[in-house]
């Protein structure tokens, strides 16, 4: 089965950089997402980026899209403690075959502690 | 905006009992979908469905249903809930088709924690 791998953990101090990885296995994927969730609360919808970019930025935000490793990292510059979070990757094929009904596969998570 | 809402953010209830979580959203999408998230393990999606009336299962479908009787709501059941089914319950929706990123991108609810003693 499909399989979206990501660390679980990763502490920053605060104003520094945080990079979050990230692999996927479908090589097909049309779109690659990042999801913030914070305690408590729903997923929230972060960036994404189509399968055939490189790089997409975004304010604070870098999406880096290495197709050939099947690897995609979040990068958060500035770190707020406000940025402590849960942040999910997650592949999608769209809906281009009737398995896929636009379905996302999600990894399990990485927990960002932003420290003072 | 998308909104999402889910019709409770904690509940509790007893191993054997029906349990119902509703959600709704607002903005007329097609697909609707339920996960359940566990520490660890990420989202697993229970059941979606991409028209009303219609469902699919996802891949941890045993222990549940679902209903879909109009389009804004879409409802997860748990016949005879068990202690293994406490979890985090979020309910997603996406405009469906095949058109692109905005067909796909789903928009969360707030959750709902689930006890069941």
């Known amino acids: 089965g499909e399989d979206v791998e990501q660390s679980l953990f990763l502490s920053v101090r605060e104003g520094d950089s945080s990079v979050i990885n990230c692999t996927y296995t479908?090589?097909?994927?049309?779109?690659l997402y990042w999801y913030k969730q914070e305690p408590g609360a729903g997923l929230q919808l972060l960036t994404y980026i189509f399968s055939n970019m490189d790089m997409k930025q975004d304010q604070r935000l870098t999406v880096l899209l290495n197709k050939k490793d099947k690897h995609l990292s979040l990068r958060i510059a500035d770190t707020q403690t406000g940025d402590s979070a849960i942040y999910f990757c997650?592949?999608?094929?769209?809906?281009?075959?009737?398995?896929?009904?636009?379905?996302?596969?999600f990894g399990a998570g990485t927990q960002v502690v932003v420290t003072p | 905006d998308v909104k999402v809402t889910q019709s409770s953010r904690y509940l509790v209830k007893r191993t054997g009992e029906k349990v119902f979580l509703e959600c709704v959203q607002d903005m007329d999408h097609e697909n609707m979908f339920w996960y359940r998230q566990d520490p660890g393990l990420g989202l697993r999606l229970i059941y979606f469905?991409?028209?009303?009336?219609?469902?699919e299962k996802g891949d941890i479908p045993e222990g549940y249903s679902v209903s879909r009787e109009k389009k804004e709501r879409f409802s997860l059941i748990l016949e005879s809930a068990s202690t293994n089914q406490t979890s985090m319950y979020l309910c997603?929706?996406?405009?469906?088709?095949?058109?692109?990123?905005?067909?796909?991108?789903?928009?969360f609810g707030p959750g709902t924690r689930l006890t069941v003693l």
């Open positions: 997650a592949e999608s094929m769209g809906a281009t075959t009737t398995d896929s009904w636009g379905k996302l596969q």
């Open positions: 479908d090589s097909s994927s049309t779109y």
């Open positions: 469905s991409y028209d009303v009336k219609m469902k």
């Open positions: 997603a929706s996406s405009l469906g088709g095949a058109g692109g990123i905005e067909t796909d991108t789903q928009y």
